[in-house]
């Protein structure tokens, strides 16, 4: 059993590529808890799709033994955290079972929107903070000028520890720094068990694996435990440590972070954020979670195959249980059949799912264009929730529209403020403020509308700003606005799936470039097709794609004339009969279209 004072519980935290699973990498190394044999890079991005990508998606845990320099043996445990925004639920996660956590800085980028939202977090949970600037090896490294950037913009005092996480430069010194600074956990081995889910994960063979901070108490195999929230009670039938692979351990003590199966195979018992207690003596209060992860973007997920159905909902089912952040509910189209509604934390969540779900359970999948939601008053007086833009009630019976509101967090260099602060101003952006962190750089806080962030507006802050600008959000809820609905129609009938909710200054450039845009999408009938698009029963845009051409007097070579009058007369007659009863394919980019409707700006 280890003793709480020698345990250091910790996580890494950083802006996007600013060094974090690199860090983790050195540590494993030193600490020795992965042999030189089986090391590679990012050995805790295990994900193909983390790999590929250079991110890191799922928080991860992993257990170290670390000698310090006056022979005391630690125990350390890490939890690598992803730095994008779409991610911060992990972050909160993931810091809510630390008592500190390392903040990591680029030494040639400075810092970014996302260290300043994270250390905010991290201030907020009460962790201590360890400054460490990275890559001061690069020769564009600017150590004091970052230095100068900690302690103002994020008001840490402490002496940032400088490291080349890349070359190994600096590892003992941050792992001196967690054994002296970081303080120890507080729990009683002897209190009754309590215990954090903060993460969980599931095996066809074992069931859901539960990732644990055991706060006080002892948790071990043939134990009688129950989840707060729900009260099931189950057996406990295996504990252990991460150390990146799972370790059968005896039992897991107060302070320490490991994982738990108990053989559950209905993935609803389980809550991440719920509370583990000792059957015989259960607890009159539960430990704080976190704030539950709200869902901002919404989009529509269908098979291609229909006959896919019930595979896609038991692969929501599954995945889920990993990703508690993302939610769904069944949903019919008239265009796509049946699918599901699923709910994600931004674009790039919403992205990382959708391939997630067609790699991991081999579904192909279309996904419609993402939406935010709406809440709408009736003329009656009562509210809805409106996430699906097929439920937007007709025109008549609105008295009000509201909708979702953020606070962006900018930060860029002087030079590429024009076209940052033009794209705030085309997106119905409204000023906050202007902060110089620094000689060359600044930091622009905006109120924006929420559906204005989710269609290409970070590929487009990337464009304006070369790359160099870095974004971050949090929510600040609802106003009014005078949004409306755009429906698309297709020869003549209207698709759900291509409706969206606009604002109505934008409404008539929005339906004009969907028409145009659909039209390069749509592949050429035997007909002419009709593309309209519609606000409040009016049509404000129409495109006409022409009907495929075939040369039926190709073969008729000089010879009567009435003869190809008569083939002409038919080719028409037969047309005519396939624009009344045909259906026109729409193709699977079609239904991504509102999202392509930028690129002509970049």
Known sequence: MTDPARIRNFSIIAHIDHGKSTLADRLLEATGTISSRDMQAQVMDSMELERERGITIKAKAVRMNHKAADGTEYVLNLIDTPGHVDFSYEVSRALAACEGALLVVDATQGVEAQTLANATLAQALDLKLIPIINKVDLP????????????????????????????GLGTQEVLDAIVRDIPPPQGRIEAPLSALIFDSSFSVYRGVILLVRVVDGTLKAGMKISFFSTSHEVT?????????????????????????????????QVRVGDTLMEGARPLTAPLPGYKEAKPVVFAGIFPVNPADYQDLAAALEKLN???????????????????FRLGFLGLLHMDIVKERLEREFDLSLIATSPNVVYRVQSRKGDWRVIDNPAKFPEHGDIQTIEEPYVLVTIVLPVEY????????????????????????????????????????????????????????????????????????????????ALSSIVHQDKAYQVGRQMCAKLKELIHRQNFEVAIQARINNHIIARETLGAKRKDVIAKCYGGDITRKRKLLSKQKEGKKRAKQFGAVELPQEAFLAVLRLDEDKK
Not at 142 to 157: M, N, P, S
Not at 242 to 254: E, G, I, N, Q, T
Not at 429 to 435: F, M, N, R, S, T
């Open 140 to 167: 564009a490294a600017d150590v004091e000028g970052v230095h100068a950037q900690i302690c103002d913009t994020l008001k840490i005092e402490d002496d940032p520890i400088a490291i080349s996480a890349k070359v």
């Open 236 to 268: 406990v039938e295996e504990v252990g440590y991460l150390v990146p692979k799972m370790a059968v351990a005896a039992h897991l003590s107060a302070g320490e972070v490991g994982y738990v199966i108990c053989g559950i195979r209905d993935i609803h």
């Open 321 to 339: 249980l990993e990703d508690s952040s993302f939610n769904y509910s069944p949903e019919s189209s008239e265009a796509l059949g049946f699918g």
């Open 417 to 496: 403020q024009e076209g940052v602060l033009n794209l705030l101003k085309e997106r119905r952006g409204e000023y906050l403020g202007i902060e110089y962190i620094a000689a060359n750089r600044m930091l622009i806080r905006y109120h924006l509308p929420l559906c204005e962030m989710v269609v290409n507006f970070y590929d487009r802050l990337k464009s304006v700003s070369k790359g160099y600008a870095s974004l971050d959000y949090s929510e600040e809820g609802y106003r009014a606005s005078d949004m409306t609905r755009l429906e698309i129609l297709i020869h003549g009938d209207p698709v759900d």
